[in-house]
């Protein structure tokens, strides 16, 4: 399903090119759920937006599902990644201007569904804000916003699904009802679901455990490897 190939990506800093992945490769079967960990700065939410197509690496390539992203044209990609990718980022990224419904509607629109307003009401149920849909996010608290980002996330049923740090902003008892809806979500729809987290508890839930450290992959087991 994903398939990462001697991906490098360097930035440029002060001058200098700072290398953020150093040669990576990655395979991640379909309906696989995978925790990407490692220290700050190791290379892990750069790894995440390159495999939605966020940005475009130094060199090396990715396929999704078959297609070589790394070579589709920014329209192309976006076009791909409405279809394909669902993305949950760590400050949600809710429209202000949007309610609830709204804005887990607004993908489902994109993509011409006619039902839309239907299907982000039952997610909206499912997430359970059914009775939160006409609020606006400034409404909200930051535990019911990333509940609206994992439902918009889930939206259009996509078969990967990515997100950065999802509990990283909420609190324990928040961000276990966060974990238990992503995976009960991601079970129930069968996505291939990759995770950046510094939570170990979220982690020990997934299939596998790839751990990088400056920009490499210095670790890949099971949660049941580290027990």
């Known amino acids: 399903m994903i398939s990462v190939n001697h991906l490098v990506m360097r930035l440029a800093a002060g001058g200098h090119a700072v290398t953020i992945l150093d040669n990576l490769s990655l395979e ?12 700050s ?13 966020l940005d475009k ?27 394909k990718i669902g993305y949950i980022f760590q400050s949600f990224h809710l429209i202000p201007t949007l309610t609830a419904l709204e804005n887990v ?35 909200l608290s930051g535990g019911e916003q990333q509940r609206v980002a994992v439902a918009r996330a889930f ?14 902003n909420l609190d324990s008892a928040t961000g276990r009802q966060v974990i238990d809806l992503l995976l009960s979500l991601n079970r129930d729809q069968g996505s291939t679901l990759v995770l950046v987290t510094h939570d170990q508890a979220l982690a020990s839930y997934t299939d596998r455990i790839v751990t990088l450290k400056d920009g490499r992959i210095e670790s890949d087991t099971s949660p049941q490897d580290q027990s």
């Open 57 to 83: 690496p130094t060199s090396g390539s990715i396929l999704l599902d078959g297609v070589e992203i790394t070579a589709l044209a920014e329209s192309d990609m976006a076009r791909y990644r409405r279809r």
């Open 105 to 139: 509607a607004v993908p489902l629109e994109l993509n011409g569904d006619p039902q839309a307003r239907t299907r982000a009401l039952e997610l909206l149920a499912a997430v359970g804000l059914q009775d939160r849909q006409s609020h606006y996010p400034v409404q």
């Open 155 to 168: 939206s259009c049923r996509p078969p990967i699904l990515l997100a950065d740090e999802p509990t990283g």
């Open 28 to 39: 991640i079967p379909k309906k696989q759920m995978v925790a990407i960990v490692g220290p």
């Open 41 to 53: 700065g190791s290379g892990k939410s750069t790894l995440l937006g390159l495999i939605a197509g």
